[in-house]
Structure formats: C-alpha cells, structure tokens
C-alpha cells in the first residue's frame, strides 16, 4: 500500500509542476500588478515544494520500490530524464530571483516593480520550463517500457 502512496505522490507532484509552471506562464505577462508579482512568488514556492516532492518520491521509488535500482540505474534514459529534471531546475533560478527582487522592491514601497522587458524574460524562461518538462513523461514512458535498458553481451 505504501508503494502505490509513493506511486500516487510522485505522479501528483509531477502534474502539480506541470500546472504551477503554467500558472506562471499565465501570470506572468507586461503590466503585472503588485497582486500578480505576490501571486507569482507564492506560486513559485508552491513550484518549489512540488518539486521536492518529485525528487524524494522519485528517489525513494529508485531505493525502495518499483522495479529496483538496478532497473533505473543500468537504463541511459533515466539519467536523461534526471539531467532533464536538473536543467529544468537550474533554468527555474532567474525567474524564482526575478520575482525575489519584485518583491523586495514592493516592500519598499516602490510603484511599478516589474519592468515589462524583466516579465517577458522571466516569462520566457518559464516557457522553456514548460517545453523541457513536456518531455520527462516520454522518457517516463520509454523508461517502464525497458527502452534503453542496457543488455549484456555474451
């Protein structure tokens, strides 16, 4: 029962970033209103937290259950999916800082906070997100179906 927890968490967390990327993407247009740049960085934190939970239950599903490390870690498309998950990651950053200094912008008491050339470049980094995350489902896919499973040679 606990692995089909596992199981469950993992898929939610997955289409949970799925849907706060796209939120972001959405929000994030010229004109944001100082509701919209607060919006934004609690849904970039909700991100965050999804995320995490993508990774732990991803993790404990390569320790604990599934079909075992041995089936994950001989497979070269599981580490492409990983670097894929990373470089989402780390292209995250500029926009996660974009909406940190917005913020302390607005709590100093500033005006117009988000120039529109500084949105449409977090917005665009967002897109990017989006469009490299699309991919990890396939390589999920291609992963459980074996494909990429090394095989020895006798």
Not at 26 to 35: K, N, T, W
Not at 37 to 62: E, F, N
Not at 105 to 115: F, I, P, R, Y
């Amino acid at each position: 029962m606990i692995e089909v927890l596992v199981v469950y968490l993992h898929f939610a967390a997955m289409i949970l970033i799925a849907v706060f990327l796209a939120i972001e993407y959405l929000i994030c247009v010229p004109g944001l209103a100082r509701e919209r740049v607060q919006l934004l960085a609690r849904i970039d934190l909700l991100y965050l937290i999804a995320a995490v939970l993508a990774l732990a239950s991803g993790a404990a599903r390569l320790v604990w259950f599934g079909k075992g490390a041995g089936f994950y870690l001989h497979n070269p498309v599981f580490y492409i999916k990983l670097a894929l998950f990373v470089a989402i990651g780390l292209i995250s950053i500029p926009p996660t800082m974009q909406y940190l200094r917005w913020m302390r912008a607005l709590k100093t008491g500033a005006g117009a906070v988000a120039a529109d050339f500084e949105v449409l470049r977090a917005r665009r980094y967002v897109l990017v997100e989006l469009v490299l995350f699309a991919f990890i489902p396939l390589l999920a896919v291609l992963m459980a179906r074996g494909i990429g499973i090394q095989v020895p040679v006798n």
